[in-house]
T-cell receptor, first 114, second 112 residues
Framework: GEEVAQTPKHLVRGEGQKAKLYCAPI?????VFWYQQVLKNEFKFLIS????????ETGMPKERFSAKCLPNSPCSLEIQATKLEDSAVYFC????????????FGSGTRLTVV | DQQVKQNSPSLSVQEGRISILNCDYT??????FLWYKKYPAEGPTFLIS?????DKNEDGRFTVFLNKSAKHLSLHIVPSQPGDSAVYFC???????????FGTGTSLTVIP
């Protein structure tokens, strides 16, 4: 399809529980990015993939966050033992080439940790 | 360390007039810039981009200007329409596949 599909739209987890978010990039797009929007207008880069390979993971909190992009499966972002400060909207974006139309973002998953 | 800055949190413009949104960056390695538009509860939508080899790119009512020496870019919307009311983010990156650094957004309100 021509949209980046993120599921679920909303996710509520108790502190300490696991959260798993999914992203289906646009078919044919080689790059996938995850961003975290904590405050209303601040996007924090987490990780990027080129196909199934991690391209840049400098933004990932290593101890609790992990991500995968496996062939023929949606990409996933998993948070083990969630904390209150993980509450945010998580956006996924994909691109074949940044020169064509920038990155296409999904509509986000709102994670609420209570 | 905010590498991309949008110093105006909000802007109000009359319908039909020009909207000018500004963005400054600090990293001279940035070579590709984009503008995104965002409505509440939606993901950012790509609007227009510019490579550092250009100083202007135009797409319909939207024009982006890049001043590399000043490390400054701006988005012009002419004429502004009420449907343009949204939060606008500029973003910059260096190298294909590298992360984009986002500004903190400017909320544009176009008054009918």
């Amino acid at each position: 399809g021509e949209e980046v599909a993120q599921t679920p739209k909303h996710l509520v987890r108790g502190e300490g529980q696991k959260a798993k978010l999914y992203c289906a990039p646009i078919k044919g797009h080689s790059y996938v990015f995850w961003y975290q929007q904590v405050l209303k207008n601040e996007f924090k880069f987490l990780i990027s993939f080129q196909n199934e390979n991690v391209f840049d993971e400098t933004g990932m909190p290593k101890e609790r966050f992990s991500a995968k992009c496996l062939p023929n499966s949606p990409c996933s972002l998993e948070i083990q033992a969630t904390k209150l400060e993980d509450s945010a909207v998580y956006f996924c974006a994909s691109s074949q080439s940044r020169e064509t139309m920038g990155y296409t973002f999904g509509s986000g998953t709102r994670l609420t940790v209570v | 360390d905010q590498q991309v800055k949008q110093n105006s949190p909000s802007l109000s413009v009359q319908e039909g007039r020009i909207s000018i949104l500004n963005c400054d960056y600090t990293n001279s390695m940035f070579d590709y810039f984009l503008w995104y538009k965002k409505y509440p509860a939606e993901g950012p939508t790509f609007l227009i981009s510019i490579s550092s080899i250009k100083d202007k790119n135009e797409d319909g009512r939207f024009t982006v200007f890049l001043n590399k020496s000043a490390k400054h870019l701006s988005l012009h919307i002419v004429p502004s329409q009420p449907g343009d009311s949204a939060v606008y983010f500029c973003a910059a990156s260096s190298g294909t596949g590298n992360q984009f650094y986002f500004g903190t957004g400017t909320s544009l309100t176009v008054i009918p």
